[in-house]
């Protein structure tokens, strides 16, 4: 399994009190983690060519994780359709954090994807609603964060197919803060927590989650629907009249 990490990578370059958490990047940060679990992890940025999502290296990933907030309308349509389609094909895709305002996951999503938000240093706890599911495998009852950004309801999305995690904060609001679709052959995954003035990828539970996200979207590798005109399987009665 091939996972590609995407980070606008803005805020890394800009703030030093970012850089001072992730010194290698969010992106760098996720791919550290991954690759200690066995994953074969590359990362990708906004200002490479093509932001790093040639058609080559998208054909290869079977997982694309995706981070951004600062820069998402500098995001190319081009490079939006060719995530789409691959999704589409079959690619999985995890969106965190600030990533529900990125351009491919209100494509996929058909919706604003607007919320409420407050930096508040406040406590988060996300509180695990799924148990069975493969995404909060080895978690507890719930991951609590002594530091995040705030994300209220409404969060403007169509109902999930799956919530696997919903998240309280310290000054009262709710929200649904762990989310699963499919669309096309793609399975697709918004985690919320991740704010990047925050320690939150290097929690170990947070990680956990992640990676267990990474083996939850990878292809399932059955073949592609044939579409269009078809010619029948069985004789049909009325033809041979």
Not at 16 to 28: K, L, Q, S, T, W
Not at 48 to 56: F, I, K, M, S, V
Not at 209 to 225: C, E, M, R, T
């Amino acid at each position: 399994m091939k996972v590609t990490i995407w980070n606008e990578n803005r805020h890394e370059k800009n703030n030093p009190a970012v850089r001072a958490v992730y010194p290698e990047g969010i992106h760098g940060a996720i791919r550290q983690f991954l690759s200690n679990a066995g994953v074969d992890a590359e990362t990708a940025t906004l200002d490479q060519p093509e932001h790093g999502l040639n058609q080559q290296v998208l054909d290869e990933t079977d997982v694309l994780v995706w981070w951004g907030h600062l820069a998402h309308g500098e995001v190319k349509e081009e490079i939006v359709e060719r995530v789409y389609q691959r999704v589409l094909d079959g690619m999985g895709l995890i969106v965190l954090h600030s990533g529900h305002f990125s351009k491919i996951f209100k494509k996929l999503m058909g919706t604003s994807c607007d919320l409420k938000w407050r930096e508040a240093d406040e406590k988060e706890r996300l509180w695990v609603v799924d148990p069975s599911h493969p995404i909060a495998s080895g978690i507890g009852e719930y991951i609590e964060l002594p530091q995040e950004e705030m994300y209220g309801e409404h969060f403007d999305i169509p109902a999930p197919d799956e919530l696997v995690f919903v998240s309280w904060f310290e000054g009262g609001e709710v929200f649904r803060s762990g989310c699963t679709y499919k669309r096309g052959k793609g399975k697709i995954f918004y985690f919320r927590p991740g704010h990047e003035t925050y320690p939150t990828y290097h929690n170990a539970d947070v990680q956990k989650v992640i990676l267990n996200a990474v083996q939850w979207a990878k292809p399932a590798g059955s073949d592609k629907p044939v579409y269009g005109n078809a010619k029948p399987l069985e004789a049909i009665a009325a033809n041979q009249k």
